[in-house]
Each structure stands twice: as structure tokens, then as C-alpha cells.
């Protein structure tokens, strides 16, 4: 082979290596900051980590929301109509935040199986709730009254 070619082809060999292992560090770093949504019933089956961050949401039962105004941390219970998830929350709930409208909370699963909120979000105005939540709901609304 021409010793000419013989660099060619490795200038390129050394520059799809230096492309994969972009690309491979890039995918890596996503990884580590993807949030990944469930709904109370895909959480009650998913195998998660402790550790891991995820999003859970659904319908924040009405009577269910239990507020310690010591350490200002608040207990409420979501539910999709199929499982529940209780939910622990230090801080400020948000202001749309009430019993029966829709949430997303963002945290980790305690090893008790509770779920520990970093962060709550509520819905924006009367009409609006996450289009996650909302399929959720209304694909179990409509096997519960199949």
C-alpha cells in the first residue's frame, strides 16, 4: 500500500474513533440528566434505583393533603384511579396547587416505596394539565368504566 494512502486511512481510522467517543460522551452526559415520567401505576411496576430522578403525576386526592407547619413539609397522595402514590414535599407548594387538579412531582423513590418531591408543579390555568398526565388519566378513566 502507498504510504500516502497508508495515512489517509489512518488520519480517517483516528478520526471516527475521535467522533464515536464524542458522540459516546455526549449520550452519557444525557443520560445522567433525563427525567423520566411515570404515572402511580407504571411507578408501582417500574424497577427504579433509589437514587435515580424521575417525574410522577396524576390527580392529588381530595383529602388527602396533610400539612406540618414545624418543618413545613407536606404529605399528599396522587392517584391515576388504578394506584396511589404518597408523596413528601418540604417547601412552599406552588399557589394553583389543590385537591383534585393535576400535578407533576419531580424527586426520587424512598425505600419505603413513598416518594420524596424535590419539586412540585401544578397546572397553569382551569383548563391546562401536563399532556402526560392527562393521557394517563384518561386512558385509565376509560378502562375503569369499560
Keep these: 500500500m502507498h504510504p ?8 480517517i481510522s483516528l478520526f471516527m474513533l475521535a467522533i464515536a467517543l464524542a458522540i459516546a460522551l ?13 404515572s402511580p401505576s407504571q411507578l408501582f411496576t417500574a ?3 433509589l437514587k435515580q430522578t424521575l417525574r410522577v ?10 400539612h406540618n407547619t414545624i418543618d413545613n413539609q407536606v404529605q399528599f397522595t396522587i392517584t391515576d ?14 399557589d ?13 423513590v424512598r425505600a419505603n416505596g413513598t416518594f420524596q418531591a424535590t ?5 397553569h390555568d382551569e383548563n ?5 398526565v392527562a393521557e394517563m388519566l384518561a386512558k385509565n378513566t376509560e378502562s375503569a368504566h369499560a
Design 119 to 123: 419539586e412540585v408543579l401544578a397546572k
Design 57 to 66: 403525576g396524576g390527580l392529588v386526592e381530595k383529602g388527602s393533603v396533610k
Design 47 to 49: 424497577k427504579v434505583s
Design 96 to 108: 394553583l396547587f389543590r385537591e383534585g387538579q393535576g400535578i407533576v412531582a419531580e424527586g426520587h
Design 26 to 38: 455526549a449520550l452519557y452526559a444525557l443520560k445522567q440528566n433525563i427525567n423520566v415520567f411515570y
Design 81 to 94: 384511579y388504578h394506584h396511589d402514590v404518597i408523596i413528601y414535599y418540604t417547601g412552599l407548594l406552588p
Design 4 to 11: 500516502i494512502r497508508k495515512q489517509r486511512l489512518l488520519f
Design 128 to 132: 391546562y394539565m401536563p399532556p402526560p
